[in-house]
């Protein structure tokens, strides 16, 4: 694996930042009519919207204070140097102080050490944020500029309804859909030799639309849709994922762990049987045993104490069932030091099981060997970190990274676990499946 350190920032970082975090009372309403203050997505720019919502809950923010990206093996230490850097030098005032106010920068990074994608770690100029009916606003100018504390209605973009992206088709993207059935088989094959225990395998769509892509329309779809999820957008990454790689808040960690899947057919009756049969499948139950346990051995050295389930249980989103598993922990805290940042936890889960495989350096050896492509930052972390090193990482499925040279273009991303029991063309089946939700935030229905 490649060892290279930091890229230089795009641009320097600012020797100061004055913060302001105000409640507000609730959000402009959409063409004049009743705010809806869950709404947050209405308050995005076209232009490199930042996201990380839920249930109407999360943040949203837009512009650059500050921008940091980083490659290689050393990519997730850059980045958390580069925001403590950014936070020893803010002037903050808090009048919330609630997880999400302060300074925040939203992140994402590349699955693979080697990729080119490396990561970016984004400080925004503007943020709005929900949690639990309050909502706030926060500012960062540069030092100096300090004056009456900020209103939303100077500071939010015009409001302008995104357009859908008129006709979107679709095609193979590094391996086409026959290879990819030899690429699960070789992985199969590898198994069943003894090389791996487990191997995650993915495979990339490209898309194309009539019109450029407004990445709102997109994440309006998802967030309506699919709304146990965490749908996101960073940097052209986009997505909703129903994985949360860790998420810590005052020394309480929780890690969401998802493996093993099936399809719904759209009748309740039928999927309930079918959600009976995934939590019986020795398949599947195999394949999540082993990403719980690649998350709880992860956290074990910073946590005091730890609850890790003994059975999963069926989650159930429009496309598909999953089994998932809520492993939580209590962080420890060294005599004399402060807890890991969410942003180290996150280094040190990836990648778990549930998107690699096990053993881990042996798995990302299959991968790399048989694959046939640069997942880029598709698998990786993303999401968002606070002044305090608490925050929130989701591991980047179910997503698509925009063409930065070409606003007509998107690469989609599946993976799908494989064991020995393994069958390729279910593979393919369950990979099109996971494809679904993306296909349904560039459609015009």
Known sequence: MSTSSTAPAREPLPRALVVRTVA???????????????DLLDLLPADAPLAWVRRGDGLVAWGEAARVEVHGADRFAAAERAWHEVVAHAIVRDEVRLPGTGPVAFASFAFDDDSAAGGVLVVPRVVVGRRDGRTWLTTLTDAGRLGAAPRLRDVAPPRTTPAPPGEVTYRDGAVDADDWLDVVARGVAAIRAGDVEKVVLARDVEARTSRPLDVRWALQRLADRYRSCWTFSVDGLVGATPELLVRSERGLVTSRVLAGTIRRT??????????????????????????????????????????????????????VLHLASDVTGVLATPAGDEHPTSLALAAALHPTAAVCGTPTEAARRLITRVEGMDRGRYAGP???????????????????QLDPADPHRLRLFAGCGVVAASDPASELAESRAKLEPMRFALGSD
């Open 266 to 319: 759209g009748d309740d009756a039928a999927d309930m049987g079918r959600a009976a049969i995934l939590a019986h499948s020795s398949k599947d139950l195999e394949e999540h045993e082993y990403a719980v346990a690649s998350v709880a051995r992860a956290l074990a050295p910073f946590c005091s104490s730890s609850n890790v389930p003994d059975v999963p249980f069926v989650l159930s989103l429009p496309n």
């Open 382 to 400: 993303v999401g968002w970190l606070g002044a305090d090193g608490d925050g929130e990482w989701g591991i980047a499925l179910r997503s698509a």
């Open 24 to 38: 507000v009372d609730d959000l402009p309403a959409r063409d004049g009519g009743s705010p809806d203050p869950a």
